[in-house]
């Protein structure tokens, strides 16, 4: 349970970093505001068009007597639209980190120099559109496992009492976890970690990943709280993906030499 309070504090320190060097976070807003404003036509355009599309997919229900039909349609209307919810959350990150790639390259990049005790970064060696390639890759490929998941959470909602209480406590860890793999993978890719191997990683310390992850994903169902947390989201994940390869830090360093020198 200690790895719960541990990973809420990688989520703090993150925000905390990015506070203190304004102009990675400034940068670090910009992939984020082009996904929300992507995300939020999509929406748009269901809530306008979303029954009229069901209306179109289900043809047979036109003979349907008054209100099953009505009934029918709009129940439908209302899972597309909260499918669609889910997946905007799970998938927001993906691409926004995808738009991003650049930036939050760069800003991983600086927050491992900060904290590194010589004061260097772990480098990829690869060109840009290898490292566009291989998240736009690894990141399709979480995005499928989180929809198989919404889609069996999503049916399991229907079972009495735990489909109200259970499910959605489950789906919140589950999407935590997808968005701490999606975010701590800005650094882990850096470093040469295959997605098989980041999984294993994250699976290792399930109570760290969720102690990041599931606040992140309550903090990202507010409209707009998504964008403003993305930076330093990425900061903290980075600082936990060190953590996870048992990378030591310049603080630590430092806390184990006056340790010492307190015990001489």
């Known amino acids: 349970m200690r790895d719960l309070g541990v990973g809420f504090r990688y989520l703090l320190k993150g925000q905390r970093w990015v506070a203190q060097h304004g102009r990675q976070y400034g940068f670090g807003l910009l992939p984020g505001l082009i996904t929300l404003v992507l995300y939020g036509a ?27 039909a009505g009934l029918f349609r709009g129940f439908l209307t209302a899972v597309l639209f909260a499918l669609a919810l889910l997946l905007s959350v799970v998938t927001f990150t993906a691409v926004t980190l995808l738009v991003g790639q650049p930036f939050y ?13 010589d004061g260097t970064a772990p480098e990829s060696g690869l060109p840009l559109w290898r490292d566009l ?59 040469g970690v295959v997605l098989r191997d980041r999984l294993a990683l994250l699976r290792a310390r399930r109570t760290l990943v969720w102690g990041f992850g599931t606040p992140l994903a309550l903090a990202f169902l ?17 600082l936990m993906a060190r953590d996870l390869l048992g990378e030591r830090t310049a603080e630590e360093d430092d806390e184990d030499r006056e340790r010492k020198g307190v015990t001489r």
């Open 42 to 68: 999509v929406l748009v355009a269901l809530a306008v068009w979303g029954e009229d599309a069901v209306a179109w997919a289900t043809p047979f229900a036109d003979d349907w007597s008054s209100p099953w």
């Open 222 to 238: 507010v409209p707009f709280v998504a964008v403003f947390l993305m930076p330093g989201a990425v900061a903290g994940a980075t």
């Open 133 to 191: 390639w291989i998240s736009a890759r690894d990141g399709l490929r979480i995005v499928l496992r989180a929809a198989v998941w919404g889609v069996l959470l999503f049916a399991c909602g229907f079972l009495p009492v735990v489909g109200q209480t259970a499910v959605p406590v489950i789906g919140f860890f589950v999407t935590g976890f997808f968005l701490t793999e999606e975010l701590t993978s800005v650094a882990l890719q850096r470093r």
């Open 105 to 117: 390259e760069n800003l991983s990049e600086k927050v491992d120099r900060d904290v590194s005790p």
